[in-house]
C-alpha cells in the first residue's frame, strides 16, 4: 500500500499473537489518557488550571504520534474480541518515520504512567501486561519498518 512515507511507501507491520484482552485494554486506557489530557489542556487555555511545561509538551506529542493507526487496530481489535478469539494477528501500514514515532510514544507513555502513579493525573497507570505490550510493539515496528525483519510472534 502507497502512502505519504519519506519515500511515499507504507511498511505493512504484522504484530502475531497479540492477547486480545490486553490490546483492547491499552487502546481504553490510552483513550482514557489522551481525553484526560484534552480537559486538562482546556482548562489551561481558559486560565483555570496550570499544566506544568512537561505535561503539556507531553501531551502535544502523544496526540500527535496516537493518532495515526489508531483506528485501524481499534476495528481489528474490537472484532477479535466480538468473536471471541484470545489472540489476535494485527496488520497496520505505517509510514517510515514510525519507526523513531513509536518508541517516542512508548517513552511518553511510560512518562505519563509516572505522573499518574505521582497522582498528577487521575488516570490510572498502565497495568504491567499493557506496559510490557507497548514495548514489544515498538521493538516490532522498528524491527520491521526500520530493519525489515519477519515479524515475530508475541512472546508468551
Same mark, same amino acid.
Given at each position: 500500500?502507497?502512502?505519504?512515507?519519506?519515500?511515499?511507501?507504507?511498511?505493512?507491520?504484522?504484530?502475531?499473537?497479540?492477547?486480545?484482552?490486553?490490546?483492547?485494554?491499552?487502546?481504553?486506557?490510552?483513550?482514557?489518557?489522551?481525553?484526560?489530557?484534552?480537559?486538562?489542556?482546556?482548562?489551561?487555555?481558559?486560565?483555570?488550571?496550570?499544566?506544568?511545561?512537561?505535561?503539556?509538551?507531553?501531551?502535544?506529542?502523544?496526540?500527535?504520534?496516537?493518532?495515526?493507526?489508531?483506528?485501524? %487496530?481499534?476495528?481489528?481489535? !474490537? #472484532? $477479535?474480541?466480538?468473536?471471541? *478469539?484470545? @489472540?489476535?494477528?494485527? =496488520? %497496520?501500514?505505517?509510514?517510515? !518515520? #514510525? $519507526?523513531?514515532?513509536?518508541? *517516542?510514544? @512508548?517513552?511518553?507513555? =511510560?512518562?505519563?504512567?509516572?505522573?499518574?502513579?505521582?497522582?498528577?493525573?487521575?488516570?490510572?497507570?498502565?497495568?504491567? =501486561?499493557?506496559?510490557?505490550?507497548?514495548?514489544?510493539?515498538?521493538?516490532?515496528?522498528?524491527?520491521?519498518?526500520?530493519?525489515?525483519?519477519?515479524?515475530?510472534?508475541?512472546?508468551?
Amino acid at each position: 500500500m502507497t502512502g505519504r512515507g519519506d519515500n511515499g511507501v507504507l511498511r505493512r507491520v504484522r504484530l502475531l499473537g497479540v492477547p486480545t484482552e490486553v490490546l483492547v485494554r491499552n487502546l481504553r486506557h490510552l483513550d482514557d489518557l489522551v481525553h484526560e489530557l484534552h480537559i486538562v489542556q482546556a482548562g489551561v487555555e481558559s486560565g483555570q488550571a496550570e499544566l506544568a511545561p512537561r505535561l503539556a509538551a507531553l501531551m502535544g506529542e502523544i496526540l500527535e504520534a496516537y493518532s495515526p493507526a489508531r483506528d485501524t %487496530v481499534r476495528d481489528q481489535a !474490537e #472484532a $477479535a474480541q466480538g468473536q471471541g *478469539r484470545p @489472540v489476535v494477528d494485527i =496488520e %497496520v501500514d505505517l509510514p517510515p !518515520e #514510525a $519507526a523513531t514515532a513509536v518508541p *517516542r510514544l @512508548v517513552d511518553l507513555l =511510560e512518562q505519563a504512567d509516572a505522573m499518574c502513579r505521582e497522582q498528577r493525573l487521575l488516570t490510572m497507570a498502565a497495568p504491567p =501486561e499493557v506496559a510490557e505490550m507497548r514495548r514489544w510493539t515498538a521493538d516490532q515496528v522498528v524491527a520491521q519498518v526500520a530493519r525489515g525483519e519477519a515479524p515475530a510472534p508475541y512472546p508468551s
